[in-house]
């Protein structure tokens, strides 16, 4: 199976999007989304989107993983 260029694209774009959110609000995207998940940074519009960019970020990297490990298998 080929990976496609644009799923990589996508995690960068996001990679540097959550770098942004990391810098201004001076922690991890890992730490940030435990505490989202816990309820204890808020419902503010800019979490949301964190915690969003997040999911995608996570979903995609195991996509990508998994195509990776399929071209590696085969």
Known sequence: MKIKSHAVDDLLSLSQQLSEF??????????????????EMGDA??????????????DLKIKIEK???????A
């Open 67 to 73: 195509s990776l490990e399929r071209v590696i298998a």
């Open 45 to 58: 519009m800019p979490f949301i989107k964190w915690a969003g960019r997040y999911q995608l970020y996570l």
């Open 22 to 39: 990391e810098r201004q609000y001076g922690m991890s995207s890992a730490v940030f989304f435990e505490k989202y998940s816990r309820g």
